[in-house]
């Protein structure tokens, strides 16, 4: 790691940690909102930049964390470290079951297959009343209360900080994921998977596992979202929300660490605070997706590191 990475670091760390104080409530919320989906738009990078699967589907995982403890906390009052761990367990067993059907296809074929088990579980969810409440969703969930460590989580800050933590130690576990052994293979399956092959991975293992582990972060992130909003409804698993993850994925940069994050903040943002001014919020979406496309086709982060770097030593003699 270069100086200037660990500057960078240093200084978003600093920045997110005096952000409650320096901004006002609302914005807080919102950029609460967009850390909770940054852990899923950055567990789905590990497959479309880094292992190349074009998964579309993958709000499916998020929903199911998300009405995993939306019904332990509401019907069983169950404590966050069993929602949470319940929420993760669910999304990487259903993973575990889908993730052979979708392995045997590839390409257009994989895209389709993937958003189909998502619409399949968004109809579960729409059509099992008697479970996840159908259209009205599940109301009144209730933050932990974790008063030795953070507090009141019913504080705007406390909450933010308590997403912080986690978004912070998925961010960490991923970079470990990537710069290991197993990523290295998942990029060189990304870039020739025939080539992998031949050299002896087993390319179907590595891309089954990083489909069952990117699910447990969906997960966590949808256990998360559950207690950020206190209801949870069907459309968390819907197309529109599924395109939402991709997007903050393509319009950041795949590939890239920070890019999921920074396209999650630019989602949020525009849906959230141009939708105040008008209900057709989605034009602007879609023209953000059109300029990212035209003129940073590699996303925002692959136009930063394509960027000219002076060279001090021209113009000498």
Not at 62 to 72: C, K, Q, R, V
Not at 194 to 222: D, E, Q, T
Request: aromatic share 12%; net charge positive; proline share 4%.
């Amino acid at each position: 790691m270069t100086n200037r990475f660990l500057i960078g670091v240093g200084l978003i760390l600093f920045v997110a940690l005096i952000i409650p104080w320096i901004i006002p409530e609302y914005l807080t919320i919102l950029i609460t909102r967009a850390l909770v989906l940054s852990i899923a738009a950055l567990s789905l990078n590990i497959l479309i930049g880094y292992t190349g699967l074009g998964h579309i589907g993958h709000a499916a995982f998020f929903a199911i964390g998300g009405y995993t403890t939306a019904i332990l906390a509401v019907r069983l009052h169950a404590p966050f470290s069993v929602t949470l761990s319940c929420s993760i367990f669910l999304a990487m067993i259903t993973a575990a079951f889908v993730a052979p059907l979708l392995l045997r296809a590839a390409g257009l074929f994989f895209l389709i297959i993937s958003l189909a088990i998502a619409m399949c579980i968004w109809g579960l969810i729409y059509r099992w009343v008697s479970m996840t409440g159908g259209d009205n969703g599940i109301t009144g969930i209730p933050r932990p209360r974790m008063n030795f460590l953070w507090g009141d989580l019913t504080s705007t800050n406390h909450f933010y900080y308590f997403v912080l933590g986690f978004f912070a130690i998925c961010l960490i576990l991923m970079v470990f994921i990537i710069r290991s052994p197993y990523g290295k293979t998942l990029m060189g399956i990304r870039d020739s998977e025939s080539r992998m092959n031949v050299l002896g991975y087993n390319v179907w293992l590595h891309k089954y596992l990083i489909l069952v582990i990117s699910s447990g972060f969906a997960g966590l992130a949808g256990n998360l979202y559950a207690y950020y909003n206190t209801f949870i409804a069907p459309n968390v698993a819907d197309l529109g929300n599924c395109m939402d993850l991709v997007l903050m994925v393509i319009i950041g940069g795949p590939g890239t660490i920070l890019g999921p994050v920074i396209g999650s903040l630019i989602i949020v943002f525009l849906k959230e605070l141009v939708s105040v001014y008008t209900t057709r919020w989605l034009i602007f979406l879609g023209i953000a997706y059109i300029l990212t496309a035209l003129y940073a086709p590699e996303g925002i982060m692959g136009l930063w590191h394509r960027r000219p770097v002076t060279d001090s030593s021209q113009g000498e003699a």
